[in-house]
């Protein structure tokens, strides 16, 4: 017979203590991916560690947002505005919203998605260090990763100052850039047209 424990038995007590929401919450996240019609087909085709960060969230797992690169960071809250996790996006655009010290390897991802995203302030600070390294960024291979309205917002501010040789090679090779990003979406759709 289980013991008593104030009039009760012990075994209802316990059960009173225990959470029971973590399923119903895990079981929401995954079928705002698996059973979505509009995702259920889709193939994870990024990086490791994005898709790993991820997967820590799916499964209720404690993610170090500080433990992320800022190119992982950015490319999961990509991924969690594309597959609905709002709070998890929400989440991750806060944590991104609050990094005050920039590096040049990060810089064009950091201004493209927080220009995406709507993170104003935070595109304000990043406007404001690429100003200040202008010359350098301009000549950094980054430069050919910014969304094209930060390209242009960019270099039609007045703050935005490298010699013009050097902004017009930056130019020249986004473009061309985008435009071998657009030839090889082409052939991968024709290669899916033939199939």
């Known amino acids: ?44 085709t990024v990086q490791k560690q994005k898709f790993y960060a991820l997967s820590q969230y799916m499964y209720g797992l404690d993610i170090n947002f500080s433990e992320l690169t800022m190119h992982v960071l950015c490319g999961v809250i990509n991924l969690a505005e594309t597959f609905k996790l709002d709070e998890f996006a929400k989440d991750l655009k806060t944590h991104l919203s609050k990094i005050d010290k920039f590096e040049m ?29 202008a010359e350098e960024f301009v000549n950094h291979n980054s430069i050919v990763s910014l ?22 090679k930056a130019i020249l090779s986004w473009h061309t850039e ?18």
């Open 1 to 44: 017979m289980p013991t008593r424990l104030n009039g009760k038995r012990m075994s209802e007590e316990v059960k009173q203590d225990v959470y029971t929401n973590g399923l119903k919450a895990h079981q929401k996240r995954m079928e705002h991916i698996f059973n979505n019609p509009q995702y259920s087909d889709t193939e994870f």
């Open 147 to 168: 969304l094209y309205e930060v390209l242009l917002d960019l270099i039609k501010s007045d703050g935005f100052s490298a010699p013009e040789i050097d902004i017009l």
């Open 105 to 133: 390897d990060s810089l064009a991802i950091l201004l493209s998605t927080s220009r995406k995203y709507n993170l104003d302030e935070m595109y304000k600070k990043l406007k404001e260090f690429a100003f200040e390294h």
């Open 178 to 195: 985008m435009n071998s990003k657009d030839e090889k979406s082409i052939d991968e759709d024709d290669r899916d047209v033939e199939s």
